[in-house]
C-alpha cells in the first residue's frame, strides 16, 4: 500500500512467532518474502503509475553492489546488535523528516544513495522502500505515487539479489516462506489497489504510524 516492502513488519512478526529461529534467519527469511511480495505490489502499481525508471537506474548502479554485501555483513554481525541497528534503520526516515534533507537528482548521488539503501536493507531484511521512499518523496521531491511504484520495483530486484545470496548460506527459512508467501502476495495486491483510492497526504501519515508503531515494538523486544 505505501511501498515501504513489509520488512519492516514482518521481522518483529517473525521474532515475535518464531524466537527459536533467531534473527539472522528472521532477516534472511524476510528478504525473500518482501522480494515475493512485491512482485505482486509492483505489477499492481505500475498498471496505474510508471515507475520512474530514469531516476531508479542510477539507484540500482550502487544497490546491486549493496544487495550482495548485505547479507554477508549480516550474518557475520551479533544478534543483538542487528536487533538495536534494525530499529535505528526504521527510525532514518524520521530523522530525515526533521532535518528536511533535501538532494540534486545526480547520477553519482543517485548511486551512492543505491549503495546504502541496497546494503541496509539487505542485512535487515527490509525490502529497502522504508529507505527509498523518504529518498523519493522528501530529498528529491517526487510525486508518492509514482514513487510507490519504483520503490516496489526497487524491492523486487535488490530484495532477489538479497534472497540469493542468503539461500546460498542456508539462512531462508522455507517452510515459513511456504505458509507466508501466498498471503503476502494476495496482500500486496489489495494494498495496492487501497493505495490507489487512497488520498495522498493519508499514505503519508500511515507511513509516519507504522513506523513509529515498529520503533516501540522493536525497542519493546530489544
Not at 106 to 126: A, C, D, E, N, Y
Amino acid at each position: 500500500m505505501m511501498g515501504m516492502g513489509g520488512g519492516f513488519i514482518f521481522v518483529p512478526l517473525l521474532i515475535q512467532i518464531f524466537p527459536q529461529i533467531g534473527i539472522h534467519h528472521a532477516l534472511a527469511t524476510s528478504t525473500c518474502f518482501v522480494a515475493l511480495s512485491a512482485i505482486s505490489s509492483y505489477l499492481s502499481h505500475s498498471s496505474k503509475y510508471a515507475a520512474m525508471k530514469a531516476t531508479l537506474i542510477w539507484i540500482f548502479t550502487g544497490s546491486v553492489l549493496g544487495a550482495m554485501l548485505g547479507p554477508r555483513i549480516s550474518l557475520i554481525m551479533p544478534g543483538t546488535i542487528l536487533s538495536k541497528l534494525f530499529t535505528v534503520v526504521v527510525a532514518l526516515p524520521f530523522i530525515m523528516r526533521q532535518l528536511k534533507i533535501s538532494l540534486p537528482e545526480r547520477p553519482w548521488v543517485l548511486s551512492i544513495s543505491g549503495l546504502l539503501i541496497g546494503m541496509l536493507s539487505s542485512i535487515f531484511g527490509i525490502g529497502g522502500g522504508v529507505l527509498l521512499m523518504p529518498l523519493l518523496t522528501q530529498a528529491l521531491h517526487k510525486d508518492i505515487r509514482y514513487s510507490i511504484t519504483t520503490s516496489t520495483l526497487f524491492i523486487v530486484i535488490n530484495s532477489s539479489i538479497a534472497t540469493a545470496v542468503y539461500t546460498i548460506s542456508g539462512a531462508v527459512e522455507w517452510s515459513i516462506i511456504l505458509f507466508a508467501a501466498p498471503a503476502g502476495i494476495l496482500g500486496a495486491r489489495l494494498g495496492a489497489k487501497l493505495s490507489h483510492r487512497t488520498p495522498p497526504i493519508v499514505l503519508n501519515l500511515g507511513i509516519i504510524v507504522m513506523g513509529i508503531l515498529i520503533i516501540i515494538k522493536m525497542l519493546s523486544v530489544g
